[in-house]
T-cell receptor, first 111, second 114 residues
């Protein structure tokens, strides 16, 4: 049973617009969440994280929002750039839990 | 600072054989984790080592094993290979255990079992 779900396998966005990637989790004990970005033929790289004591964390063009009651988080990229085209993985964990990853969302940003 | 290095990058093996994959973490990182990535399955956790001790193990059969050396380098072994073991195997290191210590991944070893 998937504890971390990324229900959109792919997302297509125009350059300059906002990209919104979504992630849902089922384990209410998770208290730390991360986003990773993966280019083809490379390993994932850490992008941004958020602790459950916050509901928003921002780093440049990237913002992660956390809705604990809905067990939902989202990654916003504004403005989107062609170089953002990659697979984005959501991960959740905390405490004694090892990071559990979603299956990823492939983002394509069109020029 | 050098990143996480995984060797080899590509490997082709036959069913029933065994394979050993190697991972050199970022200098100073004592935690090493291994993940399996297959199409449509995301990243499945295999195991985590910290200071030569296995701290966590994922839901994989006993054919999958690993170890960590005193210099934090890690190896992963798969015995009696099956076709379903074909995947990208990713190693990641971090300063310490815990989800709040972000993982730094290598570029992976692509294993093909024929």
């Amino acid at each position: 049973d998937q504890q971390v779900k990324q229900n959109s396998p792919s997302l297509s966005v125009q350059e300059g617009r906002i990209s919104i990637l979504n992630c849902d989790y089922t384990n209410s004990m998770f208290d730390y969440f991360l986003w990773y970005k993966k280019y083809p033929a490379e390993g994932p790289t850490f992008l941004i994280s958020i602790s459950s004591i916050k509901d928003k964390n921002e780093d440049g063009r990237f913002t992660v929002f956390l809705n604990k009651s809905a067990k939902h988080l989202s990654l916003h990229i504004v403005p989107s750039q062609p170089g953002d085209s990659a697979v984005y993985f959501c991960a959740a964990g905390g405490g004694s839990y090892i990071p559990t990853f979603g299956r990823g969302t492939s983002l394509i940003v069109h020029p | 600072k050098a990143g996480v290095t995984q060797t080899p990058r590509y490997l082709i093996k036959t069913r029933g054989q065994q394979v050993t994959l190697s991972c050199s973490p970022i200098s100073g990182h004592r935690s090493v984790s291994w993940y399996q990535q297959t199409p449509g399955q995301g990243l499945q956790f295999l195991f985590e080592y910290f200071s030569e001790t296995q701290r966590n193990k994922g839901n994989f059969p006993g054919r999958f094993s690993g170890r960590q050396f005193s210099n934090s380098r890690s190896e992963m072994n798969v015995s009696t290979l099956e076709l379903g073991d074909s995947a990208l195997y990713l190693c990641a290191s971090s300063l310490r255990t815990g989800t709040d210590s972000p993982l730094h991944f290598g570029n992976g070893t692509r294993l093909t079992v024929t």
